[in-house]
């Protein structure tokens, strides 16, 4: 099983290599044909057990979410926030990245979560990038650096999962612990993913258009006031809000406790949420579905849901785990924050931090505590590692960003692919060096 292990990851390496030096090589389509070869040759899984694999969910979450941000696109609602933003900020362009961020964060914060909260900004962002000359690159550092800086709030799904990971892996600590911990851990959590984000855009153009735009305005479309909303586009933002207002109480324990389990069936699901406002859009006759549909980004949805598919297959297959047992028992890595850093870095830049890497690394830690290693610092380090990696286009936060930078044709937008992928391998060293000298102190 090693072997074949072996080789499914390095076809996802040769994969991964191609697309990013060849534009025209569509990875989603040929990850979804190295999932049918792969899985029938060389673990011999069936045609349905590999399109089993396809990530229907994350599908339907994107089409959902972009669909009814297109309808906000295609009849001006989303220019008209754009304006209101700029003239928030009294036209000084300086303002609007940290206004973003802030907005993110209170956003994911609040309960939303991380990835609906990039769902929420990433379109508008989008299209203040373009309109502001910032490119693609950094306003996704911005977005979702603001969405991923909160994403251990008590009130977000990631922090209500990774409370029931550490309670059932180290029970001995106690539920006021692990409360105390968890508040230490998203803390610092902020600390580090605000603090790399912002180095980031300093160094990757920040400055240079921190220096262009120094003095310069900008206003509304007529350069003399914004412009007033008509009905569909107030119909569109009620609709948007509403969507956030629904995911907020599906997500929110004590509203759970107050309305049931049931709600937070249907409140959570920010797919049915989002279908059933653009059925209720549709309805008003004031919107037209073609034109919608046309501006969702069906290329990057494909690229990223054909990715997760092998990533799926190579998970049936074993190359996961072995990937992870690899990087436990290797006596490379003598010091344990270091190699759960890098364990949890590398996993979370092809899969999910909360779906896979935490499940996965989380119950691994009390017996590696075990020799004489903070066991909180050891959760920290899996839990920032893997979401410092988060704006790997492989990710669902970086393919948000990515599918809003495309449709907007923001600048740099052709490059970004491979910009969030260098920039998801350069966190890995980041994260362990971070880790090793943490550990040293």
């Not at 295609?74 to 609007?96: D, H, P």
């Not at 379109?123 to 373009?130: E, F, G, S, W």
Request: hydrophobic share 55%; glycine share 8%.
């Amino acid at each position: 099983m090693i072997p074949i292990a072996i080789l499914g990851l390095i076809v996802f390496i040769i994969l991964v290599s191609v697309a990013a030096w060849n534009k025209e090589f569509h990875i989603g389509f040929a990850s979804l044909l190295a999932a049918l070869v792969f899985g029938v040759f060389a673990l011999g899984l069936s045609s349905e057990e590999i399109i089993s694999r396809f990530p229907t969910k994350l599908f339907l979450t994107l089409v959902s979410v972009t669909l009814l941000f297109a309808f906000a696109e295609t009849n001006g609602t989303l220019g008209i926030v754009a304006e209101r933003s700029i003239n928030l900020c009294q036209g000084r362009i300086r303002l609007l990245p940290p206004l973003i961020f802030i907005f993110t964060f209170l956003i994911s914060a609040l309960g939303v979560g991380n990835i609906a909260a990039t769902a929420f900004m990433a379109p508008t962002a989008m299209v203040l990038a373009r309109r502001l000359n910032l490119s693609a690159f950094l306003m996704t550092l911005v977005v979702v650096g603001g969405a991923n800086a909160a994403s251990l709030s008590p009130f977000s799904l990631t922090g209500v999962l990774l409370f029931e990971l550490i309670t059932k892996a180290a029970p001995e600590l106690g539920v006021e612990a692990v409360k105390t911990a968890l508040l230490q851990i998203f803390l610092f959590t902020f600390l580090v993913i605000a603090t790399s984000h912002f180095l980031g855009f300093i160094c990757c153009g920040g400055i240079k258009w921190w220096k262009d735009s120094g003095g310069l305005r900008l206003k509304g479309e007529d350069n003399t006031k914004v412009s007033r909303m008509n009905s569909a586009q107030k119909l569109t933002l009620i609709a948007i809000f509403g969507s956030a207002i629904g995911i907020f109480i599906g997500n929110s324990s004590s509203l759970i406790n107050i309305l049931g389990a049931q709600w937070h069936e249907f409140g959570s699901q920010l797919i049915a949420i989002a279908l059933g406002l653009i059925v209720v859009l549709m309805l008003t006759s004031l919107f037209k579905i073609e034109q919608a549909v046309e501006k969702v980004p069906w290329s990057t949805i494909l690229l990223i849901t054909g990715v997760i598919t092998y990533i799926g297959v190579l998970e049936h297959g074993g190359a996961i785990v072995w990937a992870s047992n690899f990087i436990q028992s290797n006596p490379f890595f003598s010091h344990t924050a270091p190699t759960l850093a890098f364990g949890s870095a590398v996993l979370s830049s092809i899969s999910s931090s909360s779906g896979v890497v935490l499940p996965v690394f989380i119950p691994m830690v009390p017996d590696l505590a075990a020799q004489s290693v903070d066991i909180i610092f050891l959760f920290t380090s899996v839990v920032v590692s893997a979401h410092l990696v988060d704006c790997s286009p492989f990710s669902t936060l970086g393919a948000l960003c990515l599918a809003s930078a495309n449709k907007e044709k923001v600048p740099g937008h052709e490059k970004l692919f491979t910009m969030l992928l260098l920039w998801g391998i350069a966190m890995i060293p980041f994260a362990v060096i971070l880790f090793w000298t943490l550990s040293l102190i």
